[in-house]
């Protein structure tokens, strides 16, 4: 009998450490294959196809000097106008939705593939709707998530409080989640939450 792979969806706030957990969760944790949401936006952001959708939709003037994305300018754009925000996520969702599922169903046909981990920051706020084993919220205090994405991410504390904002209360997803890592600390501390929960994972195999 060919073992069940499992699923699991990972999300969390911006700049709570989710991609962290994540690094460290593959490097301990064999068998294992991950789905980047923001890694597949990032790709997508490069389509011109996807481009073109975009600058449609939001505006010419998102245009950079080559007909490329102003991801800045589009950043700025989508957390001061709401609808803005949610053309784009009609234009991004179902594309990435449709690269998850495409990647979780060759993953699952891979027969030493025994976990596949969908990382998706907003979760919740999206309805994303594949379905899971369990879902992973990692978490911080506001004044460290905040502090933390101000020092990474060159935002003025305006956008940076916008983009919080957007998202689902980092408390009502620690509601909602089956495990929950505190990423208030150190990244040593992360690494042995991490530890813990790989051995865990790995003992708690589909059959």
């Known amino acids: 009998m060919v073992p069940r792979m499992m699923v699991m969806a990972l999300t969390g706030g911006i700049a709570t ?80 939705r449709e690269a998850c599922q495409l990647s979780l169903q060759q993953a699952a046909h891979l027969p030493g593939n025994r976990f596949f981990l969908m990382d998706v920051p907003l979760l919740y706020e999206s309805a994303f709707p594949l379905p899971r084993d369990l879902e992973i919220v990692v978490a911080c205090g506001a004044a460290t998530q905040r502090e933390r994405l101000l020092a990474r991410s060159g935002f003025s504390p305006v956008l940076a409080d916008r983009i919080i904002g957007s998202q689902l209360p980092i408390m009502e997803k620690v509601d909602r989640a089956g495990v929950v890592i505190w990423n208030g600390g150190s990244l040593a501390a992360l690494r042995r939450q991490t530890q813990i929960f790989s051995k865990w994972l790995m003992s708690k195999l589909i059959p």
């Not at 962290?20 to 980047?36: K, R």
């Not at 449609?56 to 754009?77: C, F, I, T, W, Y």
């Open 17 to 96: 450490g989710k991609s962290a957990f994540a690094s460290l969760l593959s490097e301990l944790t064999p068998e294992m294959v991950i789905f980047d949401c923001d890694r597949c936006v990032h790709e997508l952001l490069t389509k011109p196809e996807v481009t073109r959708m975009i600058l449609d939709s939001l505006g010419v003037d998102l245009a950079g000097p080559e007909g490329q994305l102003d991801k800045s300018r589009m950043r700025e754009r989508v957390f001061h106008d709401q609808n803005c925000k949610r053309a784009l996520e009609e234009i991004l969702h179902p594309l990435v």
